[in-house]
């Protein structure tokens, strides 16, 4: 075999090393990062991927993570498709409108984030979710770490909601919110608190009828998070919309924009 591939067991030396590479170039690097690199999903999915058995070196399927691969010289194959060559990074606002769901293919067929993308040819992904209903601010990169380090609930990176509910809200459900609530309603099956939260009202309405509207701050992204909250404590979302995550915000942006992100907003990110 003429690879530059190792593996951890494996004792036989790479063809490529720095006395037989003379010239700078990539060299051998774990094949999870060289998949994030390329595009094809975040550090972590890239090792499920490797698990599952699904990506190819030089021919070969591989599942041991410790795999070392060089992106300039081997060939890595996911799904039976040829990898590209390290991408540029790039990372976008969106602003999903309701009604468009949150993946690149929905296979019933209901309008999808990719229908958003012309004139985008990077292969980009969503960092993290919103619902079918909801609207508001998506990121997508196809830098698989930044994304990674995005979702880790370690990281707490924060994400600002605005939501409608009917009648008034008062300060003890407020307060309640912000300190915590069971959001199953089986805490058997999932007693885990919401972490501590902010709460504010932001106007109320009463005619045509009595509403309230307000912004909730959230550290972590648990499945339906801010409806779940809200229905524990008896009040449905009759509008939810996402208006920042961590420095980024939707500002002027309408449903339907995609802008790409700013120099700044990207620094500071990826200082999170
Ligand atoms: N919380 C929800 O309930 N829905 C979303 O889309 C995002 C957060």
Do not use: W
């Amino acid at each position: 075999m003429t690879s530059s591939m190792t593996t951890k067991k494996t004792t036989r030396k790479p063809t490529t090393n720095s006395r037989t590479r003379p010239e700078k170039g990539p060299v051998a690097e774990r094949l999870q990062k060289v998949l994030a690199r390329a595009g094809v999903a975040s550090r972590r999915a890239a090792e499920v991927l490797v698990r599952e058995g699904r990506v190819q070196v030089n021919g070969r399927v591989i599942t041991e993570l410790g795999t070392k691969v060089d992106a300039g010289k081997d060939h890595v194959k996911v799904d039976g498709r040829h990898i590209g060559a390290a991408q540029r990074m790039v990372y976008y606002a969106f602003y999903k409108p309701t009604r468009v769901v949150t993946t690149l293919q929905d296979p019933e067929g209901r309008r999808t984030v990719k229908g958003y993308l012309k004139g985008v040819h990077e292969r980009v992904y969503p960092i993290g979710r919103l619902d079918y209903e909801t609207e508001g601010l998506i990121l997508l990169t196809n830098d698989g770490d930044l994304a990674a380090r995005c979702m880790h609930p370690k990281h707490g990176v924060s994400k600002v909601y605005h939501l409608l509910v009917e009648g008034d809200f008062p300060d003890a459900l407020l307060e309640k919110l912000e300190d915590g609530v069971f959001i199953d309603i089986n805490p058997a099956k999932d007693p885990r608190r919401t972490l501590p939260a902010r709460v504010k009202r932001l106007k109320m309405t009463r005619r045509p009828k009595q509403r309230t509207m307000l912004e909730i701050r959230l550290r972590e992204g648990r499945n339906r998070q801010v409806r779940r909250m809200f229905a524990r404590v008896g009040r449905e979302i009759v509008y939810l919309r996402r208006t920042a995550v961590g420095p980024v915000h939707l500002g002027t942006m309408r449903p339907g924009d995609l802008r790409p992100l700013t120099p700044e907003e990207v620094r500071d990110l990826k200082k999170l």
